[in-house]
Structures are given as structure tokens and as C-alpha cells.
């Protein structure tokens, strides 16, 4: 199991602390000044560190081949490869893997040292000899890594996680992605937009595709009229909040002119008409596209049975997991047809944005073809949160895993005002009283903060006792006796074998720890129901970097024959709408036009917090005309200003 997030928690008697970009290591002045946002990694992460000190990575002798002198450290890091390190186990690892941390070596290991509980470093933590970077200069990383990369720009957020002062942030663009060796797979290239500045928006519009002759034989389904492949690499510009590829499945030609008239985007031939299926009408930098239309996930786009839907039959999509060629896991695609592209973006720059975007599909050789990869993304309840403005609320849901799967991938989608997102193993309901059945979290911890009770005193308990193995469970029986007990303590010692009970080892990590064999005394203490923090499996902290939390091998929930309680998660969120920082509350002002309405409630200047109708009701004396009522409840809505309560996953049948 491999598991990484963000930085941010709760702190001191249930108070909520953010520490995301922007935060607290806010600066109101500065006394450096840098270019870029790599040139502040350079400078506060490798030179801070040690790693540009003599003896470690600098010069012909430095470590591990990698010279991190100012020159030509991008050069060293950015789709560089790496050598020493088995790509089964970490597939497409490089140095630096614009757009994916968790493929970048280098974050792999600064992670390794600052949040070893969260992140594991394949050959060793980083720096040596040298103190862990912060939480905020790793976050720089972070942000860095997963804006693209860039060698020039400024990534918006990284000024106010040191004292460092940089230009205002212009366009990012991303270095193109490269395709897949030749025979090994194919790339398709989203049709080129450009966003106005200051913008948001959500458009569809679809292109055409042809894979015939371009992959191996050997990865062609059983009748030759698909396409099996095992990985898939994208790289976007950094303006997405979302972007969703999926096959066309309706019946409506791609020469029907319902999707209006086809022109090159981008390249040298840009807006000039073409005819879908001529691949080659708008040369190499070029692709013939229907125009943009805006419309919310492409519903009623088109003919009408365009929408991506909740992308479960996607081939790319960001707010879902990714296939990434472990266990003989593949996916399956039609040889040639329509792709919708759907792509809801901003721009926060006073300068149009170009928006490009690349995906990598690798074929799946004979051997590799082993289990179909299933996705899922639970919308049921998508639209349940109602947030009073200056207020918090927490809303959980269940959702059953169909009999006989093994979970691959878990993760989330909120917008920025969901600040936690945790997942427990199990169907933990209000047992009782008014809201008996309703889902809940069995974790009260956070009582101190204003949160209704969802149980109105009742307890919160799964019905069928824990739904995965506890820690220390060998058999799987979801108990964990005395001898599964001294089993585990054998395999701490090193004198059993791991294999023996993996359940044992809770963060798969290879070796099993004190804290872990403590996890598992509790488990066998408190059996069942009544430990919910053995049932906790997810936990994510920062909405823009979601936690993808991944089971290597598949994880079964449930024995065969159980029941659907046991095959239950039980996922809940925590929206904060300005009650940790007023400032961050919704407001009518800030709301996009395409955005959910928004009627105020309460004051953002005057009497701030206070109910109101007007700004009148907001003065803060009588006579004055200080007061502004701007502050709104959120709810569901398409915008970042608006909110979602989404669960994404994927899992396969043995």
C-alpha cells in the first residue's frame, strides 16, 4: 500500500489548521528576490540542504550521477531516467515526471525524509547528512511538480512558502510529453485551446482517432478491433481543474455536422477546415477539432448522448486514478473512433493561457493481459453538502464493492472548501434514534469543532464489525487471535517470513513495526465494531492534491460470500465555508457567472459573521454605510467556488 498527501492537520483540542499554499508562511515583505519558481528550489531546497555542497551532487563525481549545479540541474531532473530502480515496481519513474509526483524520484525521496510515514524514498531518504525539508518547501516541490515542471514562470502559492519574493505568475506551459517508443504504445493530443485571461470555463468537443497499424499486434484484443494497454502517461498545462477523454459511444458519425465545423487547432494550419478523418490534414502540430462549446461534464452536447457522464469509461481523467501496468492489469479501447474531450479550466493571469494536453497509452503485451481493470467514481451523493457561510459541515455516504473485487485504487474529489476526506472500511450508520441508517463517521475526535451530531446521540457502528482484514489478521476472518499475534511479532523479528501474514505489515512497507504490532493487540482487544480507527483506510487533507491511496497486490474487502455490509466504505467530508479563516468564506462577489447562485447570509465587512439581507444590516454603527452582506452558503456546484462529494476508484475480478 502506497499512500501520500499533502501538508495539513488538526491541531490543539480539535481546532482546524490549514497549511496549504498560501498559508501560513505567508510574507508581507521579502528579502530575496528570484526569477522563477525552480529558482527558489534551487536555491532553498538543494543549496539550503546540502545537496549543491562538495562530495554530494555537484561536478563529474556527484552522487548517483546527478549534478544539481544551477546550470544544469533542470537539464539533470526533468524526464531524466532513472537507471537504478526497477520500473515494475515504480512504472514510468523518472528523476522528475512533470505533472506526477508520486513517478518523481526526486520528490519521492525529499518526501521520504520529511513524511516517511506517508511517503516511502526507493533507495533512501533525502538529503543526507542535512536536516528534512519543511513542510512548506516541500510543498514548493510539490506544486512545482504537479504544475508541470517548468524550467521558466512562477507557480501561483510558492511566494508565500518562504521569504521569497517572485514576479506575478504568467502562463505556465508545460514541456510537450514525449510519445512512447516506437512499437511500444501510441499519444493523443487534446485539440489546442487558449483561455482569455482572468477566465474560467467548461467546454467539449470531440476530434477523431485511428490506431490502425500504429500498435503491436500482440496487444490487439481477440476480434483485432481493439486496443489493450497497460499505462497511461499525460501532461497537461497547468490550467485544468478537470479534463475527462472518453470514447464516443453513441451512434452519430463524426462527419455528422450536429458537432459543428471542423478546423485545425493549433499548429501552423490553426482554423483552418479540415475533414476528421484526414489524420494527417493538420500536420504534426495540429489537430482537426470541433469548436469548444461550454456545457457542464458535455451534457446535451452534441447529439445529445455525448456526456463523459462520471468518467468511468475514460481514458484519461484527473479526477480519477490511473492505470499503471502492475499485476497484468490492462484496459481495452476501440482500434478507431470519436474522442470527447471535456475541460474545465481557469486562468488567473491577465494574459491568454494556452491549454495543451498529451496522454500515452502503452500496449499491453500477451503476458500483461491478464485482468481487466474496472473503474468506479460514486456520485450518489455528489450534491449533499449545504454549508452555512462562517460554518463547517461533515457528510458521508456508503458505497458497496461489488462481490468478488479487489480494490486497486481509492481517492477523492472535492472542490477547495473540502478539507478532509476520509474513507472507513465498514457501513457505519446511526444505530438508533431519529436518523437510524444514516451514514456517519465513527471518528468523534473533532467534537470541539461546531458539528452537529449526525446520530442526535445515538451510536455511529458498522453492522457487520470491520469489513477489511485488521492489522494482524493472517487468516482474514476480520479476527485477530493470540497466535496471529505471535506470528507478527516473529515476522518483526525477522524470523517469518512477511508472506506469512501481510495484513500485518499495515503500510506495506516491507517490515512491520512497533506501531504496527501495537495496531494489532488493539484490534485483537477491541474486535469488531468500536475500534474505528482500525476501519480508517483514506485520509486526505488537500483538495488540489488528492491522496491516491494504492493497494499492491489488490485488496480484498469482504471474504467470498459476504454480505453487501461487508463489502461497504463509508466516505465522508469536512467543508469548511470561512469558520477556520473569514476570509475564505463564499462570496456573491467572487462567484463565477457560471457558477451555483449565490444569495447572501451574512456580513463580510461592518458586523462580519451576521446574519443579513442587505448591506444596511450589516453597519457596523448606525449612520455608517461600512457593512457589506456578500458571505453565501456552498453548495454543489461546477466551479471551484462551488463544492462536490465524489469517491473515485478502481478495481479488478480475480
Keep these: 500500500m502506497r499512500v501520500g498527501c499533502s501538508a495539513a492537520a488538526f491541531l490543539g483540542g480539535g481546532l482546524l489548521l490549514l497549511a496549504t499554499a498560501g498559508g501560513a508562511a505567508a510574507q508581507s515583505s521579502c528579502q530575496e528576490h528570484y526569477d522563477s519558481t525552480f529558482a527558489v ?51 514510468g519513474l523518472a528523476r522528475v515526471v512533470p505533472g506526477y509526483k508520486a513517478r518523481s524520484l526526486l520528490w519521492l525521496n525529499l518526501a521520504g525524509a520529511t513524511l516517511p510515514s506517508q511517503w516511502h524514498a526507493p533507495l533512501r531518504p533525502m538529503p543526507i547528512g542535512f536536516p528534512a525539508l519543511t513542510l512548506d518547501e516541500l510543498d514548493i516541490v510539490r506544486l512545482w511538480i504537479e504544475n508541470g515542471a517548468t524550467r521558466e514562470g512562477v507557480v501561483p502559492g510558492t511566494s508565500d512558502l518562504v521569504d521569497a519574493c517572485l514576479p506575478p505568475p504568467e502562463p505556465l506551459q508545460v514541456e510537450p510529453l514525449p510519445p512512447p517508443p516506437s512499437g511500444a504504445g501510441v499519444q493523443l493530443r487534446a485539440p489546442h485551446q487558449v483561455l ?7 467546454t467539449c ?32 498545462d497547468p490550467l485544468s481543474h478537470h479534463a475527462v477523454v472518453i470514447v464516443y459511444q453513441g451512434a452519430t458519425p463524426i462527419e455528422s455536422t450536429v458537432w459543428g465545423p471542423f478546423a485545425c487547432r493549433g499548429g501552423a494550419r490553426d482554423g483552418t477546415s479540415c475533414i476528421p478523418t484526414d489524420l494527417g490534414a493538420c500536420g504534426d502540430d495540429g489537430v482537426c477539432a470541433s469548436p469548444p462549446v461550454q456545457a457542464v461534464a458535455c451534457i446535451g452536447y452534441g447529439p445529445g448522448d455525448a456526456s463523459i457522464g462520471v468518467g468511468e469509461k475514460s481514458l484519461f481523467n484527473t479526477m480519477s ?47 500483461e493481459q491478464i485482468v481487466p481493470l474496472q473503474r468506479f467514481t460514486d456520485v450518489s451523493a455528489i450534491a449533499k453538502m449545504h454549508v452555512p457561510a462562517f460554518g463547517l459541515e461533515e457528510i458521508c455516504q456508503h458505497h458497496i464493492l461489488p462481490a468478488g473485487s479487489r480494490v486497486l485504487e481509492l481517492s ?48 455511529c457502528q458498522s453492522s457487520q464489525g470491520l469489513a477489511a482484514p485488521p492489522p494482524g489478521d493472517c487468516n482474514r476472518d476480520l479476527h485477530v487471535s493470540t497466535d496471529e499475534l505471535v506470528m507478527s511479532l516473529h515476522i518483526a523479528l525477522g524470523s517469518v517470513s512477511r508472506d506469512r501474514c501481510p495484513d500485518a505489515d499495515v503500510n506495506q512497507d516491507g517490515e512491520i513495526t512497533v ?40 485488496k480484498l474487502f469482504g471474504a467470498a460470500g459476504s454480505s453487501a455490509a461487508q463489502r461497504t466504505l463509508t466516505y ?53 454605510t461600512d457593512g457589506v452582506c456578500d458571505a453565501c452558503p456552498v453548495g454543489f456546484g461546477v466551479t471551484t467556488e462551488d463544492e462536490m462529494f465524489v469517491l473515485a476508484g478502481s478495481h479488478v475480478f480475480e
Design 41 to 91: 528550489i534551487q536555491t532553498v531546497v538543494f543549496g539550503r540542504h546540502g545537496c549543491t555542497s562538495t562530495g554530494c551532487h555537484v561536478g563529474p563525481t556527484a552522487a548517483a550521477g546527478l549534478d544539481l549545479s544551477p546550470d544544469v540541474a533542470y537539464n539533470n531532473l526533468v524526464d531524466h531516467p532513472v537507471q537504478s530502480i526497477s520500473t515494475d515496481q515504480y512504472p
Design 196 to 202: 482569455p485571461p482572468t477566465s474560467e470555463r467548461e
Design 205 to 236: 468537443f470531440v476530434s477523431y482517432y485511428d490506431l490502425t497499424g500504429h500498435v503491436p499486434e500482440e496487444s490487439l484484443g481477440p476480434n483485432g478491433d481493439t486496443f489493450r494497454y497497460k499505462r497511461v502517461d499525460a501532461r497537461q
Design 321 to 367: 486514478v490511473a492505470i499503471d501496468g502492475r499485476n497484468g492489469i490492462y484496459e481495452e479501447i476501440p482500434l478507431k473512433g470519436i474522442l470527447v474531450w471535456n475541460s474545465h479550466a481557469f486562468n488567473v493571469t491577465d494574459s491568454p493561457a494556452p491549454l495543451d494536453i498529451w496522454i500515452n497509452l502503452y500496449a499491453a503485451a500477451k503476458d
Design 412 to 459: 477523492s474529489h472535492v472542490h477547495q472548501r473540502g478539507k478532509r476526506f476520509r474513507i472507513f472500511a465498514g457501513d457505519f450508520a446511526c444505530r438508533g434514534g431519529p436518523h437510524n441508517g444514516d451514514p456517519c463517521s465513527p471518528m468523534r475526535s473533532d467534537r470541539s469543532l461546531p458539528l452537529p451530531d449526525p446520530c442526535a446521540g445515538a451510536p
Design 515 to 554: 506501531d504496527e504490532l501495537v495496531m494489532a493487540v488493539d484490534a485483537a482487544i477491541h474486535p469488531g465494531v468500536g475500534n474505528p480507527q482500525a476501519s480508517l483506510i483514506y485520509t486526505s487533507l488537500t483538495y488540489s492534491d488528492p491522496l491516491v491511496l494504492t493497494y499492491d497486490p489488490p
Design 572 to 624: 465522508c467530508a469536512l467543508y469548511d465555508n470561512g469558520y477556520s479563516n473569514p476570509l475564505t468564506v463564499k462570496r456573491r462577489s467572487q462567484t463565477p457567472t457560471n457558477g451555483s447562485p449565490c444569495k447572501p447570509t451574512n456580513c463580510t465587512a461592518g458586523l462580519v459573521e451576521d446574519a443579513c439581507t442587505s448591506n444596511s444590516d450589516c453597519n457596523s454603527t448606525p449612520g455608517t
